[in-house]
């Protein structure tokens, strides 16, 4: 695909990777809606992507959220018509151990409400998004259309992210069978596996976590949002790519 050809959805547009990849398909002529549920953050995006080549539209939207989704669906389709492209990229960190013992000497679990927000945001949404989405395009006839998954270098396990890691690693499988399902369609369907990266996500880390993290990044450092908008690019204009995650982590792979 071309990207001035590229109408994408992309979802989590308010901030880091979302909101770069946004700005960068824009500035090479596409047209995007972005939803998030930062209102604040997308009037600020779309006042950033004035000037640029391509246009960006954004609407609130809790991807968490059956209906929230399928409105977000239909205006997206009113705005940019026919949208061929979808980034599933809104994701949440709340990051806590299985069980742990307070300095009370009190055992403490994971509170249920922790462990399925992030599952109802990272898996859950990216799944009514994908399936709002491919309804809609199947029934227009687009084709050539691409979904791409914003996946995580943690998806194979890291201590104190079983919610986090969990979703990530079915959106990974979820990546492998909607590429299968969908190929017929006409669909190509990829995830990019990001290592840190410089975001507001990571002020949910702290300082000393995000110090050791980054002394073990082989390439000794963390990315920026625009390497992670590379491997968009990459999977965008790659036509016979489908299927596959790409991970760009520095060499950290877990
Ligand atoms: P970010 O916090 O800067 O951006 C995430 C955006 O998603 C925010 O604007 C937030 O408002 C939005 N969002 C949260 N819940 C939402 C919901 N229910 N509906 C709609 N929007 C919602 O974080 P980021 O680092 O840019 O993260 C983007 C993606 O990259 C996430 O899926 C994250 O898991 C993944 N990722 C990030 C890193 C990193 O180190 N930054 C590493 C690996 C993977």
Do not use: H
């Not at 600020?44 to 977000?72: C, H």
Request: aromatic residues 6%; negative net charge; glycine residues 10%.
């Amino acid at each position: 695909m071309k990207l001035e050809d590229i109408k994408a959805i992309v979802t989590g547009a308010a901030s880091g990777i979302g909101r770069c990849i946004a700005l960068e398909l824009a500035r090479a002529g596409a047209k995007v809606v972005g939803g998030d549920l930062d209102i604040d953050g997308l009037k600020s995006l779309e006042t950033e992507a004035v000037e640029l080549p391509g246009e960006i539209y954004g609407f609130q939207l809790d991807v968490a959220n059956e209906l929230s989704v399928k409105e977000f669906i239909s205006l997206a389709c009113e705005k940019i018509d026919d949208p061929n492209t979808l980034v599933n990229n809104a994701g949440i960190l709340r990051d806590g151990l299985l069980v742990t013992r307070d300095e009370d000497g009190w055992l403490r679990k994971l509170p249920t409400a922790q462990w399925k927000r992030v599952i109802d945001v990272n898996l859950t949404g990216a799944f009514f998004m994908a399936r709002e989405f491919a309804a809609v395009a199947i029934e227009q006839n687009i084709s050539p259309a691409l979904i791409i998954n914003i996946s995580s270098v943690t998806r194979s396990g890291n201590p104190g992210q079983s919610n986090y890691s969990a979703s990530k690693a079915g959106l990974d499988a979820d990546t492998r069978t909607w590429a299968l399902e969908l190929a017929p369609f006409g669909f190509r369907v990829a995830g990019i596996a990001p290592g840190l990266t410089n975001t507001p996500i990571l002020s949910r880390v702290s300082p000393e976590a995000l110090a050791e993290m980054t002394a073990n990044i082989p390439l000794g450092r963390i990315a920026e949002p625009y390497e992670i908008w590379q491997a968009a690019r990459f999977i965008i204009e790659c036509d016979y790519l489908t299927g596959g995650v790409i991970d760009v982590d520095g060499g950290a792979r877990f």
